[in-house]
DNA sequence: CCCTGATTCGC
DNA sequence: GCGAATCAGG
């Protein structure tokens, strides 16, 4: 795939909105992560206000010639790398009487979806659906799954609910 | 192991 | 200019 300008305007986009090399390559299609971040060194993009760890990639002679280093790094203030939005409450119960008999674990909670595009999902994101496949905005849960699981631990409990767990919705 | 971005260098 | 290979780090 060349690097047209339409696909380096949605490069610079995407980038600048935080999403991953990975993510974007996968977006883009045609292109493997690695071509993404080469082509946002080369557009001399980077930074993207400060999602990049502490790294100090000093090289290592692989066949010739090392070079010079990679100093700079000036203080910048924290960096939503944020995806998702939504802000769970943790509801205290108060109340002196649980149910005795009340069982299932909600030791799984909710994560915050990735809100992925089918061809973003690996082999370990969580594909649980989320919103109608016919609307633009449908996309997949995408959390980490483990164990080759499609889905990640919430979701696999909703998906698996055991029979006798079932409680009914208040 | 999974992932991330950074860098080098042959093409 | 491009991006696979490789690296360091989380």
């Known amino acids: 795939m060349n690097w047209t300008d339409e696909r380096v305007e949605l490069l610079r986009k995407l980038w600048a909105e935080g999403l991953s090399a990975s993510q974007i390559a996968a977006q883009l299609g045609g292109v493997s992560r690695n071509a993404v971040i080469g082509k946002v060194h080369r557009l001399k993009l980077s ?3 400060r999602a990049a760890p502490a790294q100090a990639r000093q090289k290592k ?7 010079a280093a990679k100093p700079s790094s000036q203080p910048v203030r924290s960096m939503p790398q944020t995806v998702g939005a939504t802000a769970l409450k943790v509801e205290f119960d108060a109340e002196p009487a649980p149910r005795p008999v009340a069982r299932v674990d ?7 979806s990735r809100n992925l595009k089918l061809v973003e999902l690996t082999d370990r994101t969580c594909k649980w659906p989320n919103g109608d496949p016919l609307n633009e905005d449908f996309n997949f849960c995408g959390s980490a799954s483990k164990d080759g699981s499609p889905y990640c631990a ?17």
Request: charged share 30%.
């Open 61 to 67: 002679p692989k066949a010739a010639a090392p070079k």
């Open 47 to 49: 930074s993207r206000g």
């Open 106 to 112: 909600d030791s799984v909670i909710l994560p915050i």
């Open 154 to 170: 919430y979701h696999a409990r909703v998906a698996y609910q055991p029979v006798s767990d079932r409680r009914r919705a208040r």
